[in-house]
């Protein structure tokens, strides 16, 4: 039982690039989040799903995009990177009102 | 709306001392709500939640946190402090279950 894993853990982008970051979690849980974490802001949510096929936005979507296909499968699209974009991503998966999170990817866009 | 607001970016105490952490919560149906930790350069890890059992909830590691709805607080708590303890901690706020709001954390710094 692995939890929930995410690739990779560190990034550097180039500002107008774009990529993907990935989250998978192996405990059969609905509900996936991402957040970003910047200092002094706490976590902010930026997408969430509540089962395949079913996403939505959190507080701060905007430059990112997202999408559900599988249960254990919730990946992270940057479609053109800005410094603004610089932050710490975690996934996290939840049941029951528990949250379990990823390691998180050190994203950094120049 | 649903908010926290954690009261104190840094926290220091000397070992063996109480810990008191302060969140308070803004919401218009009582809410469940949650104290997270986070290690240097980790995920976050849940300490306790409180979800309209015991307003006492106890976590692990020895912490504790009491839900006061006329205070709208869900303050953190641990008798006597432990190097181990110095970590940032976030408190939390949920109505769905499926969307979580975070305070701004508040990083705990243990005195030798």
């Known amino acids: 039982n692995a939890g929930v894993t995410q690739t990779p853990k560190f990034q550097v982008l180039k500002t107008g690039q774009s990529m993907t970051l990935q989250c998978a979690q192996d405990m059969n849980h609905e509900y996936m989040s991402w957040y970003r974490q910047d200092p002094g802001m706490g976590l902010r949510l930026i997408h969430y799903s509540v089962g395949a096929g079913i996403t939505d936005q959190g507080e701060v979507p905007n430059g990112y995009n997202v999408s559900r296909s599988t249960t254990e499968d919730f990946p992270l699209r940057l479609l053109s990177a800005a410094p603004s974009q610089t932050s710490v991503y975690f996934c996290?998966?939840?049941?029951?009102?528990?949250?379990?999170f990823g390691p998180g990817t050190r994203l950094t866009v120049t | 709306a649903q908010s926290v607001t954690q009261l104190g970016s840094h926290v220091s105490v000397s070992e063996g001392a109480l810990v008191l952490l302060r969140c308070n919560y803004s919401?218009?149906?009582?809410?469940?709500l949650f104290w997270y930790v986070q290690y240097p350069n980790q995920g976050l890890q849940l300490l306790l939640k409180?979800?309209?059992?015991?307003?006492l909830v106890k976590g692990i590691n020895g912490f504790e946190a009491e839900f006061k709805k006329s205070e709208t607080s869900f303050h953190l708590t641990k008798p006597s402090a432990h190097m181990s303890d110095a970590a940032e901690y976030f408190c939390a706020v949920s109505l769905s279950g499926n969307q979580f709001y975070f305070g701004t954390g508040t990083s705990l710094t243990v005195i030798p």
């Open positions: 996290a998966s939840s049941r029951n009102y528990e949250q379990y």
């Open positions: 919401s218009s149906v009582p809410p469940y």
């Open positions: 409180y979800t309209s059992a015991a307003t």
